[in-house]
């Protein structure tokens, strides 16, 4: 079966924009739209997809405060969602993580994160948009001598480094000339090694150990 997508923007040139990128992976299904917040947690509720991409200025309640409603900690059984905004500020990331969303992502990012992103939420990952995992990373003050594991390979190593830099997958499996599944074996791998959870994590542990600046 498909990702079941449900998108809430109260731009309908937005939400067609979405729908065409989504529609045309054979593994994305569009379920459903809504304008507004208090549209999108009734569709969403109705529909349970499995990935709401949320916008967070709608009229009514925000995103945030459906993302809350949908995904918060007081939530039994919580959606997967990502927000999807043109507002590239801080404040606005912590407070969508702070209820919930599974990823971050700005409207100008691009189909293939917005691909990513969808499928990363579909799997109960996270994904946010590089541009902002770089300036947080920013603060993050690396360890005097870098620590990496014996562990790790040197083609998991090259996968580390670009994933912090990011790319997507699609964008990794291009530079290392090999398939989308050693990607993500690489991922998995990495991920287990680490002791990461995300993409995010990833990012963060290279951050930190030096492997990008």
Same mark, same amino acid.
């Given at each position: ?8 923007? &109260? ?5 067609? @924009? ?7 992976e054979? &593994?994305i299904?569009v ?5 507004? @917040? +208090? /549209?999108?947690i009734? +569709? ?6 499995d990935? /709401? ?10 995103g ?11 939530? @039994? ?23 919930g ?8 990012? @691009? ?11 579909? &799997? ?12 947080l ?7 005097? +001598?870098?620590?990496?594991? &014996?562990?790790? /390979?040197?083609?998991?190593?090259d996968?580390v480094r ?18 989308m599944?050693?990607?993500? /074996? ?6 287990r ?21």
């Amino acid at each position: 079966m498909g990702i079941r997508v449900l998108i809430a923007d &109260d731009q309908a040139m937005i939400r067609t @924009g979405f729908r065409l990128i989504l529609s045309a992976e054979d &593994d994305i299904e569009v379920v459903g739209e809504a304008a507004d @917040g +208090e /549209t999108a947690i009734r +569709e969403a509720l109705r529909l349970r997809p499995d990935v /709401t991409l949320m916008d967070i200025r709608m009229p009514g309640i925000d995103g945030i405060e459906a993302t809350r409603m949908l995904a918060g900690e007081a939530v @039994g059984s919580p959606l997967a969602v990502v927000i999807v905004t043109t507002y590239d500020l801080d404040a606005n990331l912590h407070a969508a993580l702070r209820a919930g969303a599974l990823g971050f992502l700005l409207k100008d990012a @691009g189909p293939a994160l917005l691909v990513e992103a969808v499928r990363a939420a579909a &799997d109960g990952d996270s994904l946010v948009s590089p541009s902002m995992t770089r300036r947080l990373l920013s603060d993050l003050p690396p360890p005097p +001598e870098p620590d990496l594991p &014996d562990s790790l /390979t040197s083609r998991e190593t090259d996968v580390v480094r670009l994933v912090a830099q990011g790319r997507t997958n699609a964008e990794i499996t291009s530079e290392l000339v090999v398939s989308m599944s050693t990607v993500k /074996t690489h991922l998995s791998s990495v991920q287990r090694k680490l002791g990461a959870r995300n993409r995010t994590e990833i990012a963060i542990w290279a951050w930190r150990h030096r492997l990008v600046h």
